[in-house]
């Protein structure tokens, strides 16, 4: 696999080096296709939750509302 965070190795005297790459390269398919995906996105904000910090604080947003308003409010 790519980065290295396993190793898998197939010892066998019966099989041939095609067949155990054949059931390597399955199995390095299978770890992937099953792996949890990774978690490292940001969280969603709530748009509701959101404006109503922003009014609560005082703070003026720092992009455009979810709302899609060109000028933030």
Avoid at 13 to 30: D, K, R
């Amino acid at each position: 696999m790519g980065d290295g965070a396993h190793r898998i190795d197939f010892v066998t005297p019966a099989a041939s080096e095609e067949e155990a790459a054949a059931v390597i390269a399955a199995l390095e398919h299978f770890l992937r296709e099953t792996a949890p995906a990774p978690s490292n996105a940001a969280p969603v904000v709530n748009a509701w939750e959101r404006a109503a910090l922003l009014e609560g604080t005082g703070r003026e947003p720092d992009a455009p509302s979810p709302w899609g308003d060109p000028v933030p409010w």
